[in-house]
């Protein structure tokens, strides 16, 4: 897989930067704009484009870390390349691509794109490992059975990755869940924690995070699960949802107590022409995702 120079790629790095970290963990970055089941507004295709370029205006000292995370990692980013067309094709493609990268003893960072790529994203972690968590973040709860005819639908992305028996589900910011998903929550309540927005002024963060504690965990941020004052830049934006900080201390937490964040996604950006703000707010997620993951 071909990877774009530094200065092109995730944070546009220097040369040097991006050399002064060979022998560090390994991190590549997946720019995978598939848009094939959205069924509001559209745009995810352009998501990941629009992060790798905010994320050049990213400072790269944090200032709650007092470092440069960059320098923990070793940091590169795929060049652009053809999706294959259609989402079972396409997954089948997310997951011989990250396949690629776990070979290689490389975290992958997923930048897309509609939520379904998650289902071929992981494909490959549970072949490794027999309990995988899955951390979301998301408006919606994802659980139909489909949606619109496609049993691969972004609305049905966590129901088909709980298809696979050794999945457990932590869910935090749903505010939107069908009459249709009850049946199968209420029926998987051993594999399915939901936090809801409603609640979080009396959220326990350590609670939430409990069932990481000692397992691979996979990241998987669908953007809406941000207020939507916040992050209009998503096919079906949703009020009452969270703020920075909200998300910022899950992940912060989660990345503590787990240990073992395997792989992310960071999914839904449909940029807005004009409006930087949430195409930046997406780069210091992935950016901050990343620090938690190696340097906490």
Known sequence: MEVLPPRQGFLGLS??????????????????????????????????????????QVELFDEELWREPFRDFDLTTLAPFLLETGIQPALDQIEAMVESLLSADRFPLILGGE????VGAIRSFLARHDELVILQ???????RDG???????????????????GVRLVSVGVRNISAEEIPYLEANRDRIDIYWAKDRANWDIEKI???????????????????????????????GGLFWDDAISVIRTASRVAGNIVGADIVELAPIAGLHACDFLAAKLAYKILSYRFCL
């Open 137 to 143: 973040f998301d408006a919606h709860a994802d659980l």
């Open 147 to 165: 949606y619109e005819g496609e049993p691969f639908s972004h609305a049905a992305a966590m129901r088909r990755c709980l298809d696979a028996p």
């Open 115 to 118: 939520h379904s790529l998650t």
């Open 209 to 239: 995070v409990a069932p990481l504690a000692g397992k691979p965990v996979y990241l998987s941020f669908d953007l809406d699960g941000f207020d939507s004052s916040l992050m209009p830049a998503t096919g079906t934006p949703e009020p």
């Open 15 to 56: 040369g040097e930067e991006a050399a002064g970290t060979a022998g560090k963990p390994g991190v590549t970055v997946v720019p995978f704009g598939l848009e094939a089941s959205v069924s509001y507004g559209g745009g995810t295709a352009r998501g990941p484009q629009a992060i790798l370029d905010a994320s050049h």
